[in-house]
């Protein structure tokens, strides 16, 4: 069989030969942001990668070597074919809600997961990767509760797991790089230093997550992961982006109280429409980032270890900043 396909920004879309009858690793939620990169890690190490998505690749969001299959959410049947087809014996799953509102997060945190696990164990699939987040250990909102409840359906199926539970990526403390680029403030929440993470970049991550295919020690192991230390703060993180645009540094602190009274307020109105139960939900998600920190959580003390949080990788923010100040020039 000959397979032309393009996924993952990356390369020109080549013809590329696949035996049905050998092994493949199966990536869902490969149009993601970290699902494009353990895509590029995959078919950079060389190993056959099926990219499962729900609909087709765009044009431009390309990588070579990579067989694409187009599986419609919940077709269960679907899916176990085409895993069962191409051999695989892996799976890795990126996918997770966009918008982490509770609809969404039932939806695919746990629901769209469990229809691909399900399918996995028809296919005969032997090993499940999830990624899924280190901010599940205190689960306050709708898609921490969607992927504690799918971890539990992994960990109990007849499938070989590994979780892996990452801190924050670089793209989500990368949303304030426009407004200092036009010369605003960065927004703190408090004086900011109520949280610290240590961050991981997606090519990092990616590389982490294929690691754990053929090491023994992940199976049946919940794996939290950073990026390189130590751990920052939101008012370092904005004196390392400012450092990167040559600035100086300049904030405005916005209050955690406000967010509280946000959720309140929509939630007054949860009962009678989606829309402010939507809104209400963002608020509480707002203010779990702004209190949290996304590092360990040490259950003898109930405190966030910055030395218990593993570290992995060789990227920095830092050059992450410079790389989008650049770009935005």
Known sequence: MFIAARVAGVGEAVETSYNPEGSAIAVAGASGTIGRAVVRALADDGRATLALMRRGPETDNTHDRVMIDTVPAGDRQKLAQSLRHKGVRT?????????????????????????LLKAAEEAGVEHFILLSAICVQRPHLAFQRAKLAFEAELIASSLAHTIVRPTAFFKSLSRQVERVRKGKPF???????????????????????????????????????????????????????????????????????????????????????????????????????????????????????DEATPEFGEERLVDHYRDLIGHTR
């Open 91 to 115: 799976v890795i799953s990126c996918m997770a809600s966009r918008s982490g509102s509770p609809k969404d997060a039932r939806a695919v945190d746990y629901r769209a997961n469990l229809d």
């Open 187 to 305: 927004l703190l929440f408090g004086n900011g230093e109520l949280t610290r993470c240590k961050p991981i970049s997606d090519n990092d991550l990616a590389r982490f997550i294929v690691g754990c295919i053929d090491d023994p020690e992940a199976r049946g192991a919940v794996l939290p992961i950073g990026g390189r230390g130590p751990a920052i703060t939101l008012k370092e993180q904005g004196e390392l982006l400012f450092a990167a645009a040559g600035m100086e540094p300049k904030f405005r602190s916005v209050p955690v109280w406000l967010f509280g009274l946000f959720a309140s307020g929509f939630s007054l109105g949860a009962w009678a429409s989606d829309w402010f139960a939507q809104k209400a939900e963002y608020a509480r998600i707002a203010r779990y980032y702004a209190t949290q920190s996304m590092l360990l959580l040490d259950p003898r003390t109930g405190e966030y270890s």
